[in-house]
């Protein structure tokens, strides 16, 4: 497509629920990254994608949290059990390798609310 | 680690310059690279520097001192619509990219 496309661009869930986030790419780009945005802050790092390496899941919270990238393509982000401070928006962003993947463009986020 | 520092808030005068300064930590660096996020909107890139100096764009610089671990966002001509928040963000090798915590910029008439 023509940019980082992310579904659903909200969702309010309960308590206790899983939720699962999509990101669809920009075709061609090897990298993916996933951060999660608190109301007012920065960009936190959950999980990266390069190409066909482990990825970097680092910066999951908690075990709660997963992510998978099938086909080298779209990922999904899998929040169990759902808790109130899951509430954020999470970011999906993709890039290319060399020189050009030092600009990585970010999808519109998926808006979480936890009641 | 890798970590970084910026201001958490500046306000400047519509048409003035203003300068957000970023220190950074970190091994292996490649760049520096700065991003603007709206309220609400997603982040898009303005700058990056893998050498020391200034790169300009526009109304945009953007400048790296890799000896002092330091870079900077200069904006001229500020307008109005200018104000967001402004990301520095490291890049080290093969690791993800770290964004600072951002310095939200007001512009002021």
């Known amino acids: 497509g023509a940019g980082v496309s992310q579904s659903p661009s909200n969702k309010v869930t309960e308590k206790g629920k899983d939720v699962e986030l999509r990101c669809d790419p920009i075709s061609g780009h090897t990298a993916l990254y996933w951060y999660r945005q608190s109301l007012g802050q920065g960009l936190e790092f959950l999980i990266y994608f390069q190409g066909n390496s482990a990825p970097d899941k680092s910066g999951l919270p908690s075990d709660r949290f997963s992510a998978e990238r099938t086909g080298g393509s779209v990922s999904t982000l899998t929040i169990q059990r759902t808790q109130q401070e899951d509430s954020a928006v999470y970011l999906c962003a993709s890039s290319s390798t060399g020189a050009s993947g030092n600009t990585i463009y970010f999808g519109e986020g998926s808006w979480l609310t936890v009641v | 680690g890798q970590s970084l520092e910026q201001p958490s808030e500046v306000t400047a005068v519509e048409g003035a310059i203003v300068q957000m300064n970023c220190t950074y930590q970190?091994?292996?660096?490649?760049?520096l690279s700065w991003y603007q996020q709206h309220d609400g909107g997603a982040p898009t890139f303005l700058s990056y520097n893998a050498l020391d100096g200034l790169e300009e764009t526009g109304r945009f610089s953007s400048f790296l001192s890799r000896s002092d671990s330091y870079g900077y966002l200069l904006l001229q001509e500020l307008q109005m619509k200018d104000s967001a928040s402004y990301f520095c963000?490291?890049?080290?090798?093969?690791?993800?990219?770290?964004f600072g915590k951002g310095t939200r910029l007001s512009v002021i008439a």
């Open positions: 970190t091994s292996g660096f490649y760049g």
């Open positions: 963000v490291v890049r080290s090798g093969n690791t993800p990219l770290v």
